[in-house]
């Protein structure tokens, strides 16, 4: 064996611990006790995972708090001053910011990530080329795959139809939309469905951004995926106003908090813009959670931990069940990695060795106590350590 994880805890098992075995960076047995010579990690009975899942940041943009106000902290003043700063955006300083952005989710146990990217005629191509190299870059130890979209408008803002599909051509694998910024939402779905089906990718749109259920996009995507035989395929991310037709949900807690509620005069009973997701999962809905953005105006704040997504919106959403908690764990591991796609993604023999160890003995503790992640591995290969911490008692 390469690898030994000595006194696993499984998801899905009873109380007992049980040992794995990995080679070649494959899990080729899970079996207690188990006999065979190779580096040996003794867990103690912790939880073991598949790795986390990060189905919608925004790497491009992260980190750029230094140069960007959010004084009134609402959406039209984060497009605003998003706007501004990344005219001066560069490949190399776009590279930088994700790198570090980047490194803090495998840090926290992240080992698969879509990110959004901005295309158009102000920004062209420098966020693209700044990010795509670390898909190669960081190969080590997380799979990154990039999202090219219109942060402000297609089919009124000419020219990013164009940057859009050389993105694409480029080997970008999904493509996003923000219809809420555009003269003509429901063109601009469909121009997007158009492209995915061109380029055979995934979708993955901002959608229904709002506090009242005013002008509703979530519809009209239902209706093409099922038009196209799309199902599967298609994520759509906000959607604070409250799917069937194979739609998956993404909701991000922390940006949704941050932004929403702001509309009211008055200063109590402000509404609180997070869609309970573990409700709609009992409809058949395939929910996650994610982390949005990191250190910009849309959410000044994040350290990239999608422990900390789940457990911020088991508070939010007033999670209180077991199953419900568990839920939220889901929504960060096996929930988003259907709704990428991820085929060779688990703990079962066979499967990548993509695992995180949690400094807990079961998934719905990990989330109520918001629990380190102590390791992480890639292919098998560890890719951090974190030491638990220790009380220094006087002797």
Known sequence: MDLILKSARL????????DIGIKNGKIVTIEPDLAAQGETIDLGGRLVSPGFVETHIHLDKSCILDRCTSDRGDLEEAIGEVAKAKKAFTPEDVHAR???TLEKAILQG?????????????VGLRSLEGVQPLIKGYAWAIDLEICVFPQEGLLNNPGTDELMVEGLKQGCR?????????????GQIDRVFEMAREFDVDIDMHLDFGPTTD???????????????????????????LCGAGVALTVLPSTDLFLMGRHHKHDHNSTRGVVPAHKLINHGVNCSLSSNNVLNPFTPFGDCSLMRMANLYANIAQVGKRTDMRACFDMITRRPAQLMRLKDYGVAIGKSADLVVLDATDPEMAVAE??????????GRRTFTRAPAELRRPR
């Open 174 to 186: 999904v493509v996003g939309a923000a219809p809420y910024t555009d003269s003509n939402p429901p």
């Open 98 to 100: 994700a790198t570090r």
């Open 110 to 122: 992240t080992t698969h990530m879509r990110t959004h990217l901005e295309v158009d005629p102000v």
């Open 11 to 18: 998801l899905d098992a009873d109380r007992l611990s049980t």
């Open 370 to 379: 918001l629990v380190p992640v102590l390791y992480a591995f890639k292919r």
């Open 215 to 241: 002008g509703m996009d979530v519809d009209h995507v239902c209706r093409r995926t099922d038009q196209y035989k799309y199902g599967g395929r298609v994520a759509i991310g906000h959607v604070t106003k």
